[in-house]
Protein backbone atom coordinates (compact mmCIF):
# COMPACT_ATOMS: atom_id res chain seq x y z
CA UNK A 1 0.00 0.00 0.00
CA UNK A 2 1.56 2.98 -1.07
CA UNK A 3 0.73 6.22 1.40
CA UNK A 4 -0.18 9.68 0.03
CA UNK A 5 1.41 12.74 1.06
CA UNK A 6 -1.23 13.51 3.11
CA UNK A 7 -1.25 10.61 4.86
CA UNK A 8 2.29 10.82 5.82
CA UNK A 9 1.99 14.21 6.99
CA UNK A 10 -0.97 14.69 8.67
CA UNK A 11 -0.02 14.86 12.12
CA UNK A 12 2.11 18.29 10.80
CA UNK A 13 -0.33 19.75 8.76
CA UNK A 14 -3.12 19.94 11.29
CA UNK A 15 -0.68 22.15 13.66
CA UNK A 16 0.78 23.88 11.10
CA UNK A 17 -2.72 24.80 10.03
CA UNK A 18 -4.09 26.05 13.38
CA UNK A 19 -0.87 28.22 13.91
CA UNK A 20 -1.28 29.84 10.74
CA UNK A 21 -4.76 30.72 10.85
CA UNK A 22 -4.40 31.93 14.84
CA UNK A 23 -1.59 34.50 13.30
CA UNK A 24 -3.47 35.32 9.98
CA UNK A 25 -6.48 36.21 12.39
CA UNK A 26 -4.06 38.49 15.14
CA UNK A 27 -2.73 40.12 12.52
CA UNK A 28 -6.17 41.31 10.93
CA UNK A 29 -7.80 41.69 13.94
CA UNK A 30 -4.66 44.33 15.12
CA UNK A 31 -4.18 48.10 13.95
CA UNK A 32 -1.10 47.13 12.46
CA UNK A 33 -2.43 47.45 8.32
CA UNK A 34 -3.31 50.46 9.43
CA UNK A 35 -0.66 51.79 11.14
CA UNK A 36 1.44 50.54 8.08
CA UNK A 37 -0.65 52.43 5.50
CA UNK A 38 -0.37 55.72 7.81
CA UNK A 39 3.25 55.20 7.81
CA UNK A 40 3.80 54.76 4.28
CA UNK A 41 1.84 58.17 3.78
CA UNK A 42 3.78 60.03 6.34
CA UNK A 43 6.84 58.92 4.22
CA UNK A 44 5.43 59.79 0.98
CA UNK A 45 4.29 63.42 2.88
CA UNK A 46 7.66 65.39 3.21
CA UNK A 47 6.04 68.64 2.57
CA UNK A 48 4.01 67.67 6.12
CA UNK A 49 6.61 68.11 7.88
CA UNK A 50 8.89 70.40 5.93
CA UNK A 51 6.04 73.42 6.43
CA UNK A 52 6.00 72.53 10.00
CA UNK A 53 9.75 72.77 10.68
CA UNK A 54 9.86 75.79 8.84
CA UNK A 55 6.89 77.60 10.82
CA UNK A 56 9.08 76.36 13.90
CA UNK A 57 12.59 77.90 12.55
CA UNK A 58 10.86 80.94 12.61
CA UNK A 59 10.27 80.91 15.99
CA UNK A 60 12.53 82.95 18.23
CA UNK A 61 12.42 80.94 21.42
CA UNK A 62 12.87 77.43 18.83
CA UNK A 63 15.80 79.12 17.65
CA UNK A 64 17.49 79.56 21.04
CA UNK A 65 16.64 76.82 22.68
CA UNK A 66 17.49 73.94 19.84
CA UNK A 67 18.67 75.91 17.18
CA UNK A 68 17.65 75.85 13.83
CA UNK A 69 15.57 72.15 13.04
CA UNK A 70 17.46 70.07 10.00
CA UNK A 71 14.83 68.45 7.79
CA UNK A 72 13.28 65.19 8.53
CA UNK A 73 14.62 61.94 7.41
CA UNK A 74 12.56 59.08 6.24
CA UNK A 75 13.67 57.19 8.77
CA UNK A 76 12.74 59.65 11.66
CA UNK A 77 9.33 59.60 9.94
CA UNK A 78 9.46 55.63 9.83
CA UNK A 79 10.43 55.64 13.97
CA UNK A 80 7.74 58.25 14.55
CA UNK A 81 4.00 57.73 15.06
CA UNK A 82 1.16 58.90 12.69
CA UNK A 83 -2.51 59.05 12.27
CA UNK A 84 -4.42 59.42 9.43
CA UNK A 85 -8.33 59.85 9.49
CA UNK A 86 -11.17 60.96 7.54
CA UNK A 87 -9.57 59.38 4.04
CA UNK A 88 -6.30 61.26 4.89
CA UNK A 89 -7.61 64.53 5.12
CA UNK A 90 -6.28 64.90 8.34
CA UNK A 91 -3.37 64.02 10.04
CA UNK A 92 -1.97 63.83 13.68
CA UNK A 93 1.89 62.66 13.66
CA UNK A 94 4.97 63.16 16.48
CA UNK A 95 8.91 62.91 15.11
CA UNK A 96 11.93 63.29 16.69
CA UNK A 97 13.65 66.42 15.21
CA UNK A 98 17.63 67.76 15.68
CA UNK A 99 18.50 71.10 15.88
CA UNK A 100 21.54 72.37 15.86
CA UNK A 101 22.16 72.79 19.66
CA UNK A 102 19.67 69.85 20.97
CA UNK A 103 17.11 67.41 19.66
CA UNK A 104 13.03 67.71 20.38
CA UNK A 105 9.85 66.12 19.56
CA UNK A 106 7.18 68.06 16.77
CA UNK A 107 3.71 67.20 17.48
CA UNK A 108 1.37 68.43 15.09
CA UNK A 109 -1.82 68.09 13.71
CA UNK A 110 -3.44 69.11 10.58
CA UNK A 111 -5.72 68.88 7.67
CA UNK A 112 -5.87 68.97 4.12
CA UNK A 113 -7.52 72.27 1.62
CA UNK A 114 -7.01 71.07 -1.37
CA UNK A 115 -3.58 70.53 -2.12
CA UNK A 116 -2.38 72.39 0.97
CA UNK A 117 -1.99 70.78 5.04
CA UNK A 118 -3.35 73.75 7.08
CA UNK A 119 -2.05 73.28 10.48
CA UNK A 120 -3.97 73.05 14.13
CA UNK A 121 -1.35 72.05 15.95
CA UNK A 122 2.40 72.67 16.04
CA UNK A 123 4.70 71.87 19.11
CA UNK A 124 8.45 71.48 20.24
CA UNK A 125 8.87 69.59 22.85
CA UNK A 126 12.69 69.01 24.01
CA UNK A 127 14.00 65.92 24.93
CA UNK A 128 14.73 66.72 29.08
CA UNK A 129 14.69 65.05 31.63
CA UNK A 130 13.03 66.03 34.97
CA UNK A 131 12.30 69.72 35.61
CA UNK A 132 14.19 70.57 32.64
CA UNK A 133 11.61 69.54 29.87
CA UNK A 134 10.06 72.32 27.84
CA UNK A 135 7.08 72.88 25.80
CA UNK A 136 7.08 75.43 22.86
CA UNK A 137 3.84 75.96 21.29
CA UNK A 138 4.19 76.97 17.57
CA UNK A 139 0.89 76.80 16.66
CA UNK A 140 -2.11 76.28 19.58
CA UNK A 141 -5.41 76.61 18.66
CA UNK A 142 -6.68 77.02 22.29
CA UNK A 143 -4.65 80.51 22.14
CA UNK A 144 -5.97 81.08 18.44
CA UNK A 145 -8.43 83.97 18.46
CA UNK A 146 -11.63 83.66 16.31
CA UNK A 147 -13.60 86.68 14.72
CA UNK A 148 -16.86 85.46 13.78
Known sequence: MKL????KNYKWLVPVLTIFIIITYLLASSNLGKTSTDLAQAYTDTELYQEAINKANRNIRV???????????KMTILNGEVQYLDNAQKVTSTVKVQGSKDNAKLDLSAYRNGDVWVYELINLRIDKSGDNAQS????????????E
Open 4 to 7: TWLN
Open 63 to 73: LELIGEIQPVG
Open 136 to 147: IEIINPEKQCSY
